[in-house]
């Protein structure tokens, strides 16, 4: 006699937009999903569309959104007789048909801690969707201790609802790959460098990294910045990034990647000589536990979820004190056999409790 499986639904109206973490915690969780043989996946999306660019575009999608998450979504859940939903972007439906339960999953608390990154009536607009929708929830979903703590005391969820899931790194970084041909981002055969995965919003706080960089007295060491600009208006940094590589005249110094593909980043993971992440606020921060796999030195900022991701496998700095910044990064610069076999030690053990298998299992034990 077989047993009925669990029908999940996943709303992977995230794959159009997000291009950082919170696209890689959806397609993970996917993937794990479709690997256990007591469920069957439900992937829900809406038509194909492209990332809005414009004021009226954005204003429009947001009408959208609210459609889709009030309306087409509830109804394409019953249609699939899923016993379970999903949401990655926080935002659950207030109204779901009877017998089927809801699960949002939240990143952070940055629209809310960093309100001046993003526009105010969205704002309004999304945390109206999205904190009365999770009251009615089955449970809510999180990344991070840090994260559930700062839910908790912003809307008063009642803490055994906030579920603490574990991450990990992109996985598909992890499988040995050839090294690509990397100069033509300027980076020679054996030049040392410092690296940072990101999309350059400006709580990741880059500025202040390049001016701390500045300071490295260096003339070998680059710092390579990976990632895209963001496709919000109010978070994107990078005509200030590219103005204070020009003032402080490290044209030549720093590098702006851009998008690159898992198999560069696979090389610049393997070449780097450390890992650096000055975010003035992290949900958590998959990037770290990528840099760890690779077993590099990791310098971070001390805000949001990071300390508690780092533990003991790197070091920490005010993300505000340019100086502070320098003193870590000539510190990850020049680390000692000993320091090294120490932080290695604090990484593995890391890594060990963040693995996906941990993200899926969790999950599955609180949708039941």
């Known amino acids: 006699m077989s047993i009925k499986k669990i029908r999940i639904a996943i709303d992977t109206r995230d794959l159009f937009l997000a291009k950082t973490g919170t696209r890689t915690v959806l397609e993970e969780v996917i993937n794990g999903f479709k690997k256990d043989h007591e469920v069957e996946v439900v992937e829900i999306r809406p038509k194909a569309f492209s990332p809005p660019r414009t004021k009226i575009e954005k204003a429009v999608e947001h009408i959208r959104f609210f459609w889709w998450k009030e309306v087409q979504l509830p109804l394409s859940v019953k249609k699939n007789q899923c016993d379970v939903l999903i949401c990655n972007d926080y935002v659950v439906p207030y109204f779901l048909p009877k017998g089927i339960k809801a699960f949002p999953i939240f990143h952070g608390c940055n629209i809310w801690e960093l309100p001046q990154h993003y526009n105010k009536y969205w704002r309004f607009f999304f945390t109206k969707m999205a904190v009365l929708a999770a009251k009615r929830a089955k449970a809510i979903f999180t990344v991070s201790e840090f994260s559930k703590e700062r839910l908790i005391a912003l809307f008063n969820f009642a803490p055994s609802k906030v579920k603490v899931i574990p991450l990990g790194p992109k996985r598909s970084l992890l499988s040995p790959k050839p090294l690509v041909n990397i100069e033509n981002y300027g980076i020679k055969e054996g030049e040392k460098f410092l690296l940072h995965v990101g999309v350059m919003e400006k709580r990741k706080n880059l500025v202040k990294l390049i001016e701390a960089f500045s300071k490295i007295i260096d003339r070998n060491l680059k710092l390579v910045l990976v990632g895209q600009r963001p496709p919000k208006i109010f978070s994107d940094d990078y005509k200030n990034i590219v103005s204070t590589i020009s003032r402080l005249n490290l044209n030549d110094k720093v590098i702006l990647t851009g998008y690159v593909t898992d198999e560069e980043l696979f090389t610049l993971y393997s070449r780097a000589s450390a890992y650096v992440f000055p975010s003035l606020y992290e949900g958590f921060g998959i990037p770290v536990i990528e840099a760890y796999h690779f077993s590099l ?53 890391k890594i060990r409790g963040f693995q996906w298998e941990k993200t899926i299992n969790e999950i599955k034990k609180n949708i039941g």
């Open 297 to 349: 030195p990791v310098a971070a900022s001390n805000r949001g979820a990071l300390p508690e991701v780092i533990g003991n496998g790197g070091l920490l700095f005010d993300p505000n004190d340019v100086d502070d910044i320098a003193d870590k990064l000539k510190r990850i610069s020049n680390l000692s056999e000993l320091e090294t076999d120490k932080f290695q030690i604090g990484q593995k053990e």
